[in-house]
């Protein structure tokens, strides 16, 4: 569990170190549990990025990651010619103490925050995300081959007639699952989900896999993807480009009219894939019928509308058993040619991407189910219970609304049906983003366990073997049981090295969900930096003990003070989760509309401040 360490009580330790706390209390319902630390095993941050700031005799590092509480103190014969406002990287070379800030030396500029790039840049460099690939890597890479040979084919389940396909994103360079669907004369469902064999082509321990699994995963940023295999596996013979022998690993369900998997089979394979589909025009023919949509696609029309069929099945089926669905807007974030944003907007999340989602979900359960009961080592997606303690709190905060939990057991039903029943209301957001906060974090295992989110008992990730390492891991071991190679011996060995590849791989996700989350941070202080003194429409979105927070239609969320709220004295009701001003009682409540000017943006912190100039929707009577 989390402890909270007082600022007087952190005793010169960073960010990241391994420490040893000591507990002064214990937690309560609302209060975490606070402690002091005592000593610190091993320091985290060697080098940190910050922007350096020239004092004349000296200099000073602001690091960019604000967890990081001390400024770096550069004396003058460690700034390495670095200029005033530059990003750069310092290694420490002194620890903080008592009333002193550590020290460190510049070893690496990477250029003004204003540089093209730059910005993104130092977000990678803080989080220690892999760029470039090895020469040894990149030419094993270069040296795989363009097509399939007869030798390739051997032992595998020939479905190059079949009718693939695969549907992504307009943008996406690679393509890694592709589908196929039939009906059967019982009425059943025949879904095909088909994934590149990538493990085909990186052997492990070869360099290919050992820089896969440093990189874990590939990372998405706004501009750039840093790729877990080099681009010329990933877009070339892993990629399940159209009308292309491709070597797959197929996963054949059979569905009947409840979403139930009534059998199934586990094969290599080999596929040619009929057609390339873009997101778009499959939803813009499922939602609308668009003639556009359908003349594009008209050689897949009757698979398409089968899938649409076993979608429904499959997502009623989820929604029976508990799943739970949440249901927070993403955010397209639109960059110049010199990496300015330019247009922040909602990003469309329709009905194919959900289709496909289904789909992925079933074969990901039906394939962890089949490796549970097989009793081989075997690496799960795990998902436990949620801390009682917290559970308990939320359902204190809920029912401020009005909401309980009912039941003393913990099931994901009821979080099910609290997120229906607050569909649509104005503290949606608020109580779904507590929720998800109060839920455990899902992680890779070696140990099986449920699912809790997806009210699933088994679960695994298959799907994405060129961007996941866990994906390429499972199919190595899929492929070995298959063949009958999964010896006493390998399984011997698969024990020791799972535990170890869940516990890293679960942290390169972390990360890169977290570098992730600070570009788009960035560049949405970026773009309200530009747009000082504009008004727009928002939402009240939370209150706190220090103002509220409006989020606009666009996705972009900003603080408003009680130091800009001059009309009145405000106060925060902890009891009835809104803001009242002492002398007119007005309220602000979640959900409120307003109108607001944005009044300050601060880029280095990711910090947007609005004002509020109109009230369109709240409250002024109690």
């Excluded at 960059?335 to 247009?343: I, K, Q, T």
């Excluded at 204190?396 to 009005?402: E, L, Q, T």
């Excluded at 866990?470 to 535990?499: F, T």
């Amino acid at each position: 569990e989390d402890v909270f360490i007082p600022a007087e009580n952190i005793n010169s330790a960073m960010n990241g170190d391994i420490v040893i706390a000591n507990i002064l209390r214990r937690e309560e319902a609302n209060r975490k549990m606070e402690g002091e630390i005592i000593r610190i095993i091993e320091r985290a941050n060697t080098t940190i990025i910050g922007t350096f700031e020239d004092n004349g005799n000296f200099g000073f590092l602001i690091p960019d990651d604000h967890r990081i509480a001390h400024d770096i103190f550069i004396p003058k014969a460690q700034t390495n010619g670095a200029k005033d406002k530059q990003k750069v990287i310092v290694e420490i070379i002194k620890w903080p103490e008592f009333r002193r800030n550590p020290e460190g030396k510049v070893v690496d500029i990477l250029g003004y925050l204003t540089d093209k790039g730059i910005d993104i840049l130092s977000v990678i460099k803080q989080y220690k995300l892999p760029e470039d690939f090895p020469n040894k890597v990149q030419q094993a890479a270069l040296n795989m081959p363009d097509t399939i040979t007869d030798k390739d084919l051997e032992g595998r389940l020939d479905l190059r007639d079949l009718i693939t396909f695969t549907i992504d994103g307009a943008d996406a360079k690679d393509y890694d699952d592709a589908i196929s669907i039939e009906k059967l004369d019982n009425g059943n469902y025949k879904l095909g989900v088909h994934i590149a064999d990538v493990s085909h082509y990186v052997k492990e321990n070869s360099p290919l896999d050992k820089e896969a699994y440093l990189r874990g995963n590939s990372v998405y940023l706004i501009d750039r993807v840093l790729p877990m295999l080099p681009r010329e596996l990933s877009n070339g013979i892993c990629s399940l480009n159209p009308n292309v022998d491709r070597l797959t690993l197929s996963v054949f369900m059979d569905i009947d009219k409840n979403g139930n998997v009534t059998d199934h089979k586990i094969a290599e394979s080999v596929i040619k894939s009929k057609k390339r589909c873009v997101y778009d025009d499959v939803s813009d023919f499922i939602e609308d019928d668009d003639e556009k949509a359908k003349e594009k696609l008209k050689e897949i029309l009757p698979q398409l509308k089968l899938m649409v069929e076993l979608m429904e099945i499959l997502r009623e089926k989820r929604e029976r058993r508990g799943s739970i669905d949440f249901d927070f807007p993403e955010t397209f974030i639109e960059l110049d040619d010199n990496g300015r944003p330019v247009d922040v907007r909602k990003a469309d999340r329709r009905i194919a991407n959900r289709m496909i989602e289904e789909f992925m979900l079933v074969c990901n359960e039906t394939v962890a189910e089949d490796f549970y009961w097989a009793e081989v080592p075997f690496l799960y997606r795990i998902h436990e219970e949620p801390n009682q303690e917290k559970i308990e709190f939320f359902n204190k905060f809920i029912h401020n609304f009005g909401y309980t939990l009912k039941g003393k057991d913990i099931h994901p039903k009821e979080f099910q049906l609290l997120t229906k029943e607050i569909k649509g209301k104005r503290e949606e957001t608020v109580i779904s983003t507590l929720l998800l906060r109060s839920l455990r974090k899902a992680v890779y295992s070696e140990v099986p366990d449920i699912h809790f989110g997806l009210a699933s008992k088994y679960y695994c990730h298959f799907t994405s073997p060129i961007r996941r390492y866990p994906d390429l891991v499972i199919h190595r071991i899929i492929k070995a049981y298959l063949k009958g190679q999964l010896s006493l011996q390998r399984q011997d060995r698969l024990e020791k090295i799972l535990p170890e590849i869940a516990k890293h791989t679960s942290m390169t996700e972390r990360r890169a969900e977290e570098a992730e989350r600070e570009v788009d941070d960035l560049k949405m202080a970026q773009y309200m930096s530009e747009r000082i003194g504009e008004e727009y429409i928002g939402i009240v979105s939370s209150v706190t003990n220090f103002g509220l927070f409006v989020q606009l239609e666009n996705t972009i969320e900003g603080l408003v003070h009680f130091n800009v709220m001059d009309d009145d004295f405000y106060r925060f009701d902890e009891e009835n989760y809104y803001i009242i001003g002492e002398r007119t009682n007005k309220i602000y409540r979640l959900g409120d509309t307003v109108k607001i000017e944005v009044i300050g943006a601060d880029v280095s912190k990711r910090n947007i401040d609005f004002r509020i100039v109109d009230d369109i929707k709240s409250t002024t009577d109690l």
